[in-house]
């Protein structure tokens, strides 16, 4: 199961069909499930919501700023190779203040998608199509280009 565990709800109808689309694209080829827990202006208490939905035993991948770069091809690749040994992978995105240090020693990884920063919905959409891409990479489906 492919998990994204994400801080705050999506206002934006806009982004939601986005989302919603890319969703059942990627369920035809492996579960997954958006996991949102309420945002807050505490720091510690949306970090400590974040604690409650991540399983330890998840390979757990945070997306940061600061983490591992991939391309289209090399990041299939690795999603591949992730599912071989791991049979849930937690992609977790962070609310406007990242994430705490706590939940970043739970991760096994960071991967960032640029030095730039999106809107918290328009990169839940930008992550849920780079996973759709894998799959198509992964089926040797055309779409990738």
């Not at 999506?10 to 969703?23: A, G």
């Not at 998840?58 to 770069?69: H, K, P």
């Not at 998608?113 to 996973?131: A, D, K, M, V, W």
Request: aromatic content about 10%.
């Amino acid at each position: 199961m492919i998990k994204i565990i994400c801080v705050g709800k999506i206002k934006e109808n806009y982004l939601n069909e986005l989302i919603n689309d890319y969703q059942k694209r990627i369920n035809k080829y492996h579960k997954l499930e958006i996991i949102e827990v309420k945002d807050n202006d505490n720091f510690q208490m949306e970090t400590s919501n974040l604690l409650k939905v991540i399983n330890p035993k998840d390979y757990n991948i945070a997306l940061s700023i600061n983490g591992l770069t991939f391309d289209s091809l090399s990041f299939s690749h690795h999603i591949e190779e992730l599912f071989i040994h791991h049979s849930n992978i937690a992609f977790i995105i962070g609310g406007s203040n990242g994430l705490d240090q706590s939940i970043l020693d739970l991760c096994h990884e960071k991967i960032s998608f640029s030095n730039l920063t999106f809107p918290h919905g328009l990169f839940r959409g930008i992550l849920l199509e780079q996973i759709y891409r894998s799959f198509k990479i992964m089926n040797n489906e055309s779409y990738h280009k």
